[in-house]
């Protein structure tokens, strides 16, 4: 059965999902939520050599492994309301099935490596439709919390998504926007790009436009902007390098995919070195 409302993560047992399980309780917590923690078993070979026995072995194992899921979170946000979910498949698909009406999805990520295509890390954050965070990297509490924004749907969403989340940690936020973009541009813009100063008083312009509702809504938050004369892309892990959590939206002012992540979101899941949180257009706050 599906909550309405609850923070949902995974967790695999390893020494990475005990600081998601973390994460994601501590988030349940702030915002008095449930928390749902999924662990997704499968038996590893064809199924026309199933072991009935072998079967319920592993099944047993993956029981115990989020049974100590569950208590950690329990542990770890005292009072929160915690429920366990196993499921027979792959870890991506548990958590898409949990993710239907949360208000968020926690998932982990291993440092310094490529992400797999299949992984939870990328398979999550495109394909639900809520806000995924993808945890690595430093505490919540140290540095701030970066936004991109590009005046997109997907960076609407993010922003709303950034202040809330400012709002509840009491953390502040740096919006950036890396305006070197031509490809991203309408046809009638293109002539901006030979002129620096035109450059940054249109993007600027859109930059304030794009943050002032969300200063209005959330007047507690200290929040900054920034307007970058580089690639979307390099802006982001500049400001990324010193940051608590990256927030994207899930694809810029060209992307047109229905699932996919555009390149820049992808980018920052393979390469920031903080926590990222990738959210959808259709996502408000």
Not at 246 to 262: F, Q, T
Request: with cysteine; proline share 6%.
């Amino acid at each position: 059965m599906s909550h309405p409302s609850h923070v949902v993560t995974g967790y695999d047992g390893t020494k990475e999902a005990d600081a998601v399980v973390r994460w994601a309780a501590d988030e349940a917590r702030r915002r008095h939520l449930p928390l749902t923690v999924c662990h997704a078993w499968s038996w590893p070979y064809p199924i026309s050599h199933i072991d009935y026995e072998g079967v319920a072995v592993i099944k047993r194992m993956g029981q115990l492994i989020l049974d100590k899921g569950v208590g950690l979170a329990e542990r770890c946000a005292p009072g929160v309301q915690v429920r366990g979910v196993l499921m027979d498949g792959p870890a991506p698909s548990a958590l898409l099935h949990e993710a239907h009406n949360a208000e968020m999805v926690v998932v982990g990520s291993h440092e310094h490596a490529e992400l797999p295509v299949g992984s939870s890390a990328l398979q999550v954050p495109a394909r639900a439709r809520c806000p995924v965070v993808v945890v690595r990297g430093r505490a919540k509490g140290e540095g701030e919390i970066v936004v991109g924004v590009d005046g997109s749907r997907g960076a609407d969403a993010a922003l709303a998504f950034a202040f809330e989340q400012a709002a509840v940690h009491g953390q502040r936020l740096r919006a950036v926007y890396g305006c070197w973009e031509p490809s991203a541009v309408a046809e009638s813009e293109i002539a901006l790009f030979a002129d620096a100063e035109e450059l940054k008083r249109a993007a600027g312009a859109r930059l304030q436009r794009a943050v002032a509702p969300w200063l209005t809504k959330y007047p507690q938050v200290e929040a900054v902007t920034s307007l970058v004369l580089k690639d979307p892309r390099e802006a982001l892990l500049d400001a990324a390098a010193e940051a608590a959590l990256l927030v994207v939206g899930d694809r810029g002012a060209r992307g047109v995919h229905p699932l996919l992540l555009g390149a820049t979101s992808l980018a920052m899941l393979q390469l920031a070195p903080c926590s990222i949180a990738v959210v959808h257009a259709e996502h408000r706050h």
